[in-house]
Nanobody, 120 residues
Framework: QVRLVESGGGLVQAGGSLRLSCAAS????????MGWYRQVPGKQRELVAT???????NYADSVKGRFTISRDNAKNTVYLQMNSLKPEDTAVYYC??????????????WGQGTQVTVSS
């Protein structure tokens, strides 16, 4: 059973920085994408950034130039460095892991979420 444990959320003033971490355990699948999504009450969960096991990244337009996603494959951990935070970045941030087995069956796993609050 794959488990994702997030950490690093909190309260920060606008313009500040936070770093989120997500450690994955229980998986031996090497072909995977890990990413961060966020959700505010009443809205759909939205993509923030993703990174493949080979290091290819993808960002939402709203965070380009401010957020950086990275990963340490040896530790099965993905990070999200968030700089120049804005009040509109306030949300619950979720870690997601997508992986494919040898039969190309896809599996999705989610973390429990961590609150990020940016005050103006």
């Amino acid at each position: 059973q794959v488990r994702l444990v997030e950490s690093g959320g909190g309260l920060v003033q606008a313009g500040g920085s936070l770093r989120l971490s997500c450690a994955a355990s229980g998986s031996t699948v090497s072909i995977n994408i890990m990413g961060w999504y966020r959700q505010v009450p009443g809205k759909q969960r939205e993509l923030v950034a993703t990174i493949t096991n080979t290091g290819n990244t993808n960002y939402a337009d709203s965070v380009k130039g401010r957020f950086t996603i990275s990963r340490d494959n040896a530790k099965n951990t993905v990070y999200l460095q968030m700089n120049s935070l804005k009040p509109e970045d306030t949300a619950v941030y979720y870690c997601k892991r997508e992986e494919w087995d040898l039969r190309a069956r896809k599996y999705d796993y989610w973390g429990q979420g961590t609150q990020v609050t940016v005050s103006s």
